[in-house]
């Protein structure tokens, strides 16, 4: 027989009257119970702050691109030790240029000193400035947007125009709030470059400051600070992010040619793809996510048992009520439903507590480590879909041994 709404309406009613009359134990269940579901959802909210942050850095990187970059050293092939690779020089990365034509956007990038100076009249920055230098496909292709300005052109990226794009903390140093910016000039090591955009603040990414740079093209490069034994980064990107695999195998072929590599040999480069080193980042989050869910699992384990013991000793103080309602016609289903009712709305107390301060905690260590704020709608509902799962595991049998308690037994128990 389906037991009717009201039923179920009192049923609650008697449950939550219950909950009450044991106010110390219950409030003991709910803490254990949320400490776990906090456990859970607090380090989950916690990576997933952090897995958005490394999508956020890495996006300016492009899911359509991939980087060219010398092998590392050392290791084996054909049991020979492998000779150490050499740089890609900028011949190199010409050459690699004209033979991929327009199948690929190609552009390239020299690391030349973290320790620059750049002033203006008579202010000064610190000698931590990095230079770098780049073509006028580098923005574009990397996707730095810039507050003011423009970029280089493909002719002034190749011509080497004494041109330079800064960084917003370059500008705060040397400009006043009210000074026009793009068209003067400054002093990058002794040598007058005409200012013609600045970078839009992006922050520090992983320890390093973003606003700190100056890009220059990069005949500006070898004209000044020379290229002899600085290596090139080639970055290459594709029109379509499912063309990655036909564009990566396009560049390793040209760029063998133009390493000279010889049939059957290994690369003498190494290709990276953008998306992979986030994916592999995001793997990497994956053993916090792993970790916070072993915790809650066991601490609501302890949890259940906790809470199956103050369900049985409810029964054993309450078997008087149960003898009652038996008497009085109440079946073996109505008194087993209540008391899972209790257990559920216990659990279910708990889990909302221990989500609420989950969310809390997870999202200030976001702001300690100045990520975005999150809230994991899947997680939440799999922490109360736990609390669920413990609460009618442990309140099964203790409303299993409430429901069949022998009325007249029950009654005459003092």
């Given at each position: 027989?389906?037991?009717?709404?009201?039923?179920?309406?009192?049923?609650?009613?008697?449950?939550?009257?219950?909950?009450?009359?044991?106010?110390?134990?219950?409030?003991?269940?709910?803490?254990?119970?949320?400490?776990?579901?906090?456990?859970?959802?607090?380090?989950?909210?916690?990576?997933?702050?952090?897995?958005?942050?490394?999508?956020?850095?890495?996006?300016?990187?492009?899911?359509?691109?991939?980087?060219?970059?010398?092998?590392?050293?050392?290791?084996?092939?054909?049991?020979?030790?492998?000779?150490?690779?050499?740089?890609?020089?900028?011949?190199?990365?010409?050459?690699?240029?004209?033979?991929?034509?327009?199948?690929?956007?190609?552009?390239?990038?020299?690391?030349?000193?973290?320790?620059?100076?750049?002033?203006?009249?008579?202010?000064?920055?610190?000698?931590?400035?990095?230079?770098?230098?780049?073509?006028?496909?580098?923005?574009?292709?990397?996707?730095?947007?810039?507050?003011?300005?423009?970029?280089?052109?493909?002719?002034?990226?190749?011509?080497?125009?004494?041109?330079?794009?800064?960084?917003?903390?370059?500008?705060?140093?040397?400009?006043?709030?009210?000074?026009?910016?793009?068209?003067?000039?400054?002093?990058?090591?002794?040598?007058?470059?005409?200012?013609?955009?600045?970078?839009?603040?992006?922050?520090?990414?992983?320890?390093?400051?973003?606003?700190?740079?100056?890009?220059?093209?990069?005949?500006?490069?070898?004209?000044?600070?020379?290229?002899?034994?600085?290596?090139?980064?080639?970055?290459?990107a594709v029109e379509d992010t499912e063309q990655i695999s036909q564009g990566t195998e396009l560049a390793?072929?040209?760029?063998?040619?133009?390493?000279?590599?010889?049939?059957?040999?290994?690369?003498?480069?190494?290709?990276?793809?953008?998306?992979?080193?986030?994916?592999?980042?995001?793997?990497?989050?994956?053993?916090?996510?792993?970790?916070?869910?072993?915790?809650?699992?066991?601490?609501?384990?302890?949890?259940?048992?906790?809470?199956?013991?103050?369900?049985?000793?409810?029964?054993?103080?309450?078997?008087?009520?149960?003898?009652?309602?038996?008497?009085?016609?109440?079946?073996?289903?109505?008194?087993?439903?209540?008391?899972?009712?209790?257990?559920?709305?216990?659990?279910?107390?708990?889990?909302?507590?221990?989500?609420?301060?989950?969310?809390?905690?997870?999202?200030?260590?976001a702001s300690y480590f100045e990520t975005p704020f999150v809230i994991p709608w899947g997680w939440i509902?799999?922490?109360?879909?736990?609390?669920?799962?413990?609460?009618?595991?442990?309140?099964?049998?203790?409303?299993?041994?409430?429901?069949?308690?022998?009325?007249?037994?029950?009654?005459?128990?003092?």
């Amino acid at each position: 027989m389906r037991m009717s709404k009201s039923v179920l309406i009192e049923q609650i009613k008697v449950a939550v009257r219950s909950i009450r009359g044991q106010a110390l134990r219950t409030t003991l269940t709910v803490a254990i119970i949320s400490i776990g579901i906090m456990a859970l959802i607090a380090m989950v909210t916690a990576t997933e702050s952090l897995k958005e942050n490394i999508r956020t850095e890495f996006s300016s990187l492009g899911t359509n691109t991939f980087t060219i970059k010398p092998k590392r050293q050392g290791g084996f092939f054909n049991g020979r030790r492998s000779t150490p690779t050499s740089i890609i020089n900028y011949r190199e990365t010409r050459r690699f240029v004209k033979s991929v034509g327009s199948e690929l956007t190609v552009t390239s990038s020299i690391y030349v000193t973290s320790s620059a100076i750049v002033g203006r009249g008579t202010k000064r920055t610190d000698p931590n400035i990095p230079i770098l230098g780049v073509d006028g496909h580098y923005l574009n292709v990397s996707s730095i947007p810039l507050s003011k300005g423009r970029g280089f052109t493909i002719a002034e990226g190749e011509e080497g125009i004494p041109l330079i794009i800064i960084g917003s903390n370059i500008e705060e140093k040397l400009y006043e709030p009210w000074e026009t910016v793009v068209g003067t000039n400054l002093i990058l090591s002794g040598s007058r470059y005409l200012v013609i955009g600045v970078l839009e603040s992006r922050g520090a990414s992983f320890g390093m400051s973003q606003d700190n740079q100056c890009l220059i093209p990069i005949p500006s490069v070898r004209r000044q600070f020379s290229d002899n034994n600085r290596n090139y980064t080639i970055t290459c990107a594709v029109e379509d992010t499912e063309q990655i695999s036909q564009g990566t195998e396009l560049a390793t072929g040209a760029f063998r040619m133009v390493r000279g590599d010889a049939p059957g040999s290994p690369n003498s480069f190494e290709i990276s793809k953008s998306n992979s080193m986030v994916e592999t980042l995001l793997e990497a989050t994956q053993g916090i996510t792993l970790a916070a869910s072993v915790i809650g699992i066991i601490t609501l384990f302890g949890a259940g048992i906790g809470l199956m013991n103050i369900m049985l000793v409810s029964v054993s103080e309450r078997t008087r009520e149960i003898g009652t309602r038996k008497s009085l016609g109440a079946s073996i289903k109505a008194i087993r439903t209540q008391f899972l009712i209790e257990v559920i709305v216990i659990g279910q107390l708990g889990g909302a507590v221990g989500i609420a301060l989950g969310l809390g905690l997870g999202n200030l260590i976001a702001s300690y480590f100045e990520t975005p704020f999150v809230i994991p709608w899947g997680w939440i509902a799999v922490g109360m879909t736990l609390c669920m799962i413990t609460s009618l595991a442990s309140g099964y049998y203790p409303a299993r041994k409430a429901s069949l308690l022998n009325p007249i037994v029950a009654l005459g128990r003092a």
